[in-house]
């Protein structure tokens, strides 16, 4: 007689198979897309940050087709080009910056320098071959160049070879404008979670692209613009180039933005002249990087609750993987990180607790075992 399994265990069985199916497809589905998985993933950040525009236009205009072309259309003209048009002018000054540049007269400059400090201090360069200090600074020098020109060459191929890629990004941007509520409700549907921890995390991610981009792009444009202003002003040749270099460098936690202006003011020294370098010195420590210490509370508020190291080194480590991206990309990740984490510390907080208190019993049953007398061989009685 044919024996027929039980209900639950062959609708088990047929959950579990269907699962092994679900994950199958989707996979091959992801590695389908592949390729356009990152403007999928920049469209859904920019899309959230930008939703209140398009709400704001809908509510004008009545047409959700109309109001998601206006909104493509004002990141166009309000940032985009104006990005490109910066980006133009600012290779076009580093590449006369780095042909005009003649190390011949760094190393004149370096070696009166030298020469200077120790006819007014004989003792503090008593020991120091002049021609071993200055060959070491040349060589430095070289080598931060290449490392310039190089990643700059490289940034520049990524932008050439990505503007397909943003064109496809501002398309899945118009249909996530019209359909993107409906797709986040199947989504959150789908996902086995909470509904609560999806919402958390969903608004962690927009919260966290929101402080993502006024803490580096705005923020930082804010300081580039000062410090193009100022190098300007100065008499600099490429005040654009060195004030775009700023913003890249205002995520750097302490130093920030004097990692461009205090080498700036170096060269005016070495050329000698003391009024503008002291005019970049005052004005770069006074005002530039005031900049970054009131402005930064006020504008990027509570949107990032994350150490500066970890948001310097999300970002870095951003930019080494998925190149001009990773500034938004790598701290998104590093805060999604933090918060399913902390997550998991509320889901299985009673495991938490336990483990707690079972450190503690453990702990206190060591300390009476090291208290303990020792153990007697048999037949051997304990000392007295």
Known sequence: METVPPENSQTTFQKASFLIYLLAVTAAFIYLLQNFLMPLLLAAVFTGLTYPVYTWLLAKVRKPVFAALLTILSILLVLVLPLIAVGAIAYQEAVGFFSSLDLDTWRSHLESAIQSIRDRFPALLQRVNTENLTGMAI??????????????????LSLANNLLSFFLMLFIMFYFYLDGKRILERLIRWSPLKDEYERILIEKFVSVSKGTLKG???????????GAILFWAVGLSSPVFLGTLMVFASIIPALGTAAIWAPTA???????????????????????????????????????????????????????VFGLSGLILGPIIASLFL???????????????????????????????KNSPPATTPGKPLKQ
Do not use: C
């Open 339 to 369: 918060s399913i984490w902390n997550i998991y510390e509320e889901v299985f907080a009673g495991e938490l607790s336990a483990n707690r208190q079972t450190g503690f019993r453990t702990g206190k049953i060591a300390h009476i075992l």
């Open 139 to 156: 060589s430095g020098l070289q080598n931060a160049f290449q490392f310039i020109l190089k990643h700059s060459a490289d940034i520049s």
């Open 216 to 226: 580096i792009l705005v923020i930082g444009m804010i300081q580039g613009v000062l």
């Open 266 to 320: 170096i060269f005016l020294l070495f050329e000698g002249r003391w009024g503008a370098a002291l005019a970049v010195v005052i004005t770069g420590g006074v005002v530039i990087s005031s900049v970054d210490n009131f402005v930064r509370p006020i504008l990027v508020g509570k949107d990032i609750k994350m150490h500066d190291l970890l948001v310097l080194l999300s970002t870095l480590g951003g930019l080494s």
